[in-house]
């Protein structure tokens, strides 16, 4: 591990191997890797998920990027070890100058840990803005459907709600908005004509329906 660490450090900055492997220490422990100056000579193996995580985020740190892109840094892990994960990439990243670019899933993860959010739908985006407004006031159908969709704790229902249909491969992207074969708020001017983000409210959507010009009706 600490080799991968010493040579990842030594590509990208003018430092000798011992200052490389100094550098690769103080990360691990930046990232919460108990004895480091040991556990830099250990396998992968050696280590659990949620420690190999925090010695890939050293790994990420170890450039001193401007922009981190954290891709499902949470995948594979149980929940107490995600919220520890994703604690740990905030801090350290705050406190070494970086920003993080998290992609996932997880809404979850989103709403605690973002201060906006970009909704994407067929390699797109449909709706971007601050967390709070695009979680809690979503503007484009498909934010409204993907959060109708989280289950709520406090209502006692048989069925989850869902989003009709299937997402089109990206080969075959529909005509116009490619949201509009599942939107249940389609109408003529979505199947021709593809949106560009448009103001609605605090965020903004690619979606006809915050047209100033919009005259169509839902179908």
């Not at 991968?4 to 492997?21: D, F, K, M, N």
């Not at 970009?118 to 979680?135: K, T």
Request: glycine content about 6%; proline content about 6%.
């Amino acid at each position: 591990m600490g080799q991968q660490l010493v040579e990842t450090i030594q590509a990208h900055l003018p430092v000798s191997a011992a200052e490389a492997r100094a550098r690769a220490i103080n990360l691990l422990q930046d990232t919460g890797i108990s004895a480091p100056e040991q556990r830099i000579d250990h396998y992968p193996h050696q280590f659990s998920g949620g420690m190999r995580q925090r010695v890939v985020i050293a790994l990420a740190l170890a450039a001193e990027p401007k922009l981190i892109v954290a891709d499902e840094p949470t995948t594979a892990l149980d929940v107490s070890v995600q919220a520890q994960i994703i604690s740990l990439l905030k801090n350290v990243c705050a406190q070494h100058g970086a920003a993080v670019m998290l992609i996932t899933h997880d809404m979850g993860v989103i709403a605690e840990t973002c201060d906006r959010v970009a909704v994407m739908y067929a390699g797109r985006i449909a709706e971007i803005g601050p967390v709070h407004e695009v979680i809690n006031m979503p503007a484009h159908p498909y934010t409204a459907g993907l959060m109708a969709a989280i289950p709520d704790m406090t209502q006692d229902r048989e069925r989850l709600n869902q989003i009709d249909g299937a997402m089109p491969r990206l080969n075959a992207i529909p005509q116009g908005c490619a949201y509009n074969p599942r939107c249940p708020q389609v109408f003529e001017r979505c199947g021709h004509e593809r949106p560009d983000l448009l103001l609605a409210g605090a965020t903004r959507a690619a979606c006809w329906l915050h047209a100033k010009d919009q005259q169509g009706v839902t179908a």
